[in-house]
């Protein structure tokens, strides 16, 4: 969760470490984690995706029955910002998941999974 203690912990800790990945100073985090709000899960349950795969996840599809690239278990999804997708992240909006969730993998996603999207008001 944005601004949650447990992720400023881990941002300090990358500023402190910075010559180590992000992913290994998060990992000795969570080992020695005491914050109650903080649930891991297995790591069966994240799915990484490629920067390739990134991408085809904001292409546009005439298909309305878009499949999911991830697979069923995960629960978190998760990929590293790259300058390819980094114009698509910026137009990530409750609007925008709306407006293209039968078009575009990405928003079919949120829009599946997320469940507070649909209860967005719009007066």
Not at 9 to 32: D, G, M, P
Not at 98 to 113: D, E, F, G, P, R
Request: with cysteine; proline share 7%.
């Amino acid at each position: 969760m944005a601004a949650s203690p447990f992720q400023t912990q881990w941002l300090h800790a990358l500023v402190a470490n910075h010559a180590l990945q992000a992913e290994i100073v998060l990992r000795r985090l969570l080992e020695k984690n005491t914050d109650a709000s903080v649930t891991l899960h297995p790591p069966d349950t994240i799915y990484s995706l490629s920067s390739r795969s990134t991408l085809r996840l904001f292409r546009r599809s005439a298909s309305t029955s878009l499949s999911s690239p991830v697979p069923k278990g995960a629960r978190v999804v998760h990929w590293k910002v790259s300058p390819a997708t980094k114009p698509h992240e910026t137009q990530i909006s409750p609007d925008h998941i709306m407006n293209h969730a039968c078009c575009q993998s990405y928003s079919t996603l949120v829009w599946n999974h997320a469940s507070a999207v649909k209860k967005i008001v719009y007066l």
